[in-house]
């Protein structure tokens, strides 16, 4: 255990070193994924401001912490893609890690774990200033703020499994590309993504609660906007465990099929 703790804060400082060395690069991808959030974010306080000030219990001020709080939940879902797993079969990455006496799959989630350091100091001004435009409504209590902070890593392990699961697919077909945009746009849907899940039709809202995607975003971000209770926060954080665990039994099942029929390639 220690010498696995040594290893996360070891690969989490080099990942925290490196990010630094390009803050420009940085900060033009995460400029880039706001725009998203801004369209998303417009469209809806329209609609609020035409319906008489709300629309589903959100006002536009509500909408604006939602959407900015989105900013931050996003970046933070950024994990390995599975899209990677071809490069890293193609080119031999993946035969190295074998090679290594730490699963792959720790790699990523410390060398990404230590991005996220990097990615919540260079957010901060960038909420600063979306928050100057549009004015949100977000007044946290202590209780949602810790809750938040658990809830976003939650989220962060949670689409980690997801995706390596969706990645280690390339095992048995190289052909994946299609499965993977079909659960992309499930996520997208499903997840309170796209809008607050209080906006989806009452069935998409209830299928939601059963899926992962729901606890990667939807619910990180109804934690700290203040539209959860606080037995509905608890149930969240137990929803999200419950997922990593068996996130973590499922990566580990597949791991051990598809390495059994893993060739290493060349190009």
Do not use: C
Not at 78 to 95: C, H, M, S
Not at 113 to 141: C, D, E, Q, R, Y
């Amino acid at each position: 255990m220690t010498g696995m703790l040594d290893f996360y804060r070891t690969r989490m400082r080099l990942a925290i070193l490196e990010q630094f060395q390009y803050p420009v690069a940085n900060y033009f991808y995460m400029i880039g994924m706001i725009a998203e959030p801004v369209i998303y974010l417009v469209v809806w306080s329209t609609i609020a401001r035409t319906q008489g000030g709300a629309v589903a219990g959100y006002t536009p001020g509500a909408l604006a912490a939602y959407y900015i709080v989105w900013t931050l939940v996003r970046n933070m879902n950024i994990v390995f893609t599975p899209y990677g797993w071809e490069w890293r079969i193609q080119k031999g990455e993946l035969a190295a890690m074998l090679l290594q006496p730490i699963h792959p799959l720790h790699q990523d989630l410390a060398y990404f774990a230590g991005w996220k350091i990097v990615v919540i100091l260079l957010w901060l001004p960038l909420a600063w200033m979306l928050s100057l435009v549009f004015h949100p409504t977000l007044n946290p209590s202590g209780l949602e703020v810790v809750v938040f902070f658990f809830a976003i890593w939650g989220a962060y392990l949670i689409r980690s499994m997801v995706l390596w699961l969706l990645g280690m697919i390339s095992f048995w077909t190289t052909r994946v590309a299609a499965l993977f945009e079909l659960y992309f746009a499930a996520e997208l849907l499903l997840s309170g993504r796209l809008v607050p899940l209080v906006l989806m039709p009452v069935w998409v809202q209830q299928l939601a609660w059963f899926l992962p995607f729901r606890w990667t975003f939807g619910y990180p971000i109804e934690a700290l906007i203040g539209t959860l209770s606080p037995a509905e926060l608890f149930v969240g954080l137990g929803m999200q465990l419950l997922w990593i665990m068996l996130g973590g039994l499922a990566v580990q099942a597949m791991w051990r099929l598809g390495v059994r029929r893993f060739s290493a390639v060349g190009s």
